[in-house]
């Protein structure tokens, strides 16, 4: 298996990038990131960001863009991302009213996206697991109803378990459509409370909401010692380690952490 490449996403430093995307950067790269998982480009040009990544010794996994937006104008943001250097795409967003039809638009998009050697992923959150569609889980039901050569995926693991799903079900399921794995990692004392977390983030759960709250990777209730051998299974390029919130942490703190635990964990396969 090649070395697995090791990214930052940037939603939980996002307001720092409004102000100094380089800096951000500069500060992930010091901590050993190899490449960066965008949230959009922060009003900078293809060019200005490839030139940023250059100086920092990082590389463009990807970004996510909205479906509908990408379906709007899929030529102008094929080619920008692959001016920065992204290989992979994540499609946000997703319809599932009339699939049989987003399917079908997915198909031209993915052909699109290979020219600019591009790949379509899909990323969950907890509802993909909590709502459903003809009797599966819309994760489950998305994956099933696109072709792999079409549509990969990137399963976040932290919310396929807060939304009730199994992350290592979806890991053997889908082991050759997942290039790029989420490490989220949270804590609860108790799964049946949690509803829909989004109701009360930025805040910590209550005990009502069975005390919720973002850890760093590693830190938390997720079994990663026993996902390990199945993510690796997966013979993924990339792994993010995924965090939300810091709170009253040092959010670079956090994802120094996250991506020691990470290695740590892996030197021991």
Known sequence: MNKIKMASPLYIVREDCERDLAGVLKKLAQIGFDGI????????????????????????????????????????????????????????????????????????????????????LYHNHDQELTEKTDGQQNLAYIMDHTKAETLALEPDLGWIAIGGGDPGHYLQTYADRCPVIHLKDYFTTDHSK????????????TAERGYFEFRPTGYGVLNLPVLMPLCLA???????????????????????ISLEMVRTLLAMH
Not at 77 to 97: D, M, Q, S
Not at 195 to 201: I, N, S
Not at 234 to 256: F, G, N
Request: with cysteine; net charge negative.
């Open 194 to 205: 949690l509803g829909r977390v989004r109701e009360f983030v930025p805040a910590r759960g």
């Open 37 to 120: 998982e965008f949230l959009g480009f922060f009003g900078h040009t293809a060019e200005e960001v490839k030139q940023m990544l250059a100086e920092n010794r990082l590389e463009a996994l990807g970004n996510h863009v909205p479906y509908a937006e990408l379906t709007a104008n899929a030529d102008d943001i094929f080619a920008f991302h692959k001016t920065v250097g992204c290989r992979y795409l994540t499609v946000a967003e997703l319809p599932l009213n009339d699939f049989s039809v987003v399917s079908t638009v997915l198909d031209d998009l993915a052909v699109k996206a290979a020219a600019h050697e591009i790949r379509l």
């Open 234 to 256: 997966c013979e993924p390029e990339w792994m993010v380690m995924d965090h939300d919130l810091a709170y009253e942490r040092d959010s670079y703190d956090d994802l120094k």
